[in-house]
């Protein structure tokens, strides 16, 4: 835990800023695992500026949305 106190937040915005915009690569390539990492902007991170979330494409979403239910329906 000590370790964790002393971790500075802006170090974990910027490690959960990649994860979201991670996940998002995973749902747009259908889980396959061949997609390119994507880099988050410096535009996020300048100025001390970073957001709780970022705005996820509605076409990843609903792509996402819709795997979701099929997976769900075959485990029922």
């Known amino acids: 835990m000590a370790a964790f106190n002393m971790l ?5 915005d910027k490690c959960f800023l990649t994860f979201q915009k991670v996940m998002e690569c995973i749902i ?9 990492l994507p ?5 996020y991170i300048k100025n001390g500026f970073i ?23 075959n485990l029922a």
């Open 51 to 73: 957001p709780s979330s970022i705005v996820c494409d509605a076409a990843v979403y609903a792509n996402g949305t819709t795997a979701l239910m099929q997976m769900q329906n």
């Open 8 to 12: 500075p937040s802006r170090t974990l």
């Open 28 to 36: 747009r390539h259908a889980s396959d695992n061949n997609c390119r």
């Open 39 to 43: 880099r988050v902007s410096k535009l």
